[in-house]
């Protein structure tokens, strides 16, 4: 092999190797960010505001397709909604739980959630 094909390996070797991870429907994954609340947009008075973690930097998600091809589809995610915690609003915190993808909760805020099973605030607000 010469020594460009040689380069050009590595580069791309290099390139690959920085890509950040794909997460699945259901991995266990940590995730940084701040939280806010939404209010809920439905017409039941009863109705809990749902908490939405809006990421530090976008993930890459991979999700079974609803369309009729079926198949897996994939998307950068930059807002999760968070299932069993309720964090302090606007403060920076650190999620550690299940990752879900579709509607999970009765209030629907964003195709992705994660349920929680640890939470670390970073700073408030």
Known sequence: MTAKACAWVLVLMAGSAAAAPCYNDGDVVTLEGTATRQASHEADASA??????????????VSASTGQGGGRQQSNV?????????????????????????????YYAVPTAIWVLKQRVLSGQ
């Open 48 to 61: 809990k505001p749902a908490w939405v973690l809006s990421l530090s930097s976008p993930v890459c998600v």
């Open 78 to 106: 930059s807002a999760v909604q968070i299932i069993d915690a309720t964090p302090t609003e606007n403060a920076r915190i650190q999620l550690t739980g299940k990752l879900v993808t579709g509607n999970v909760s009765s």
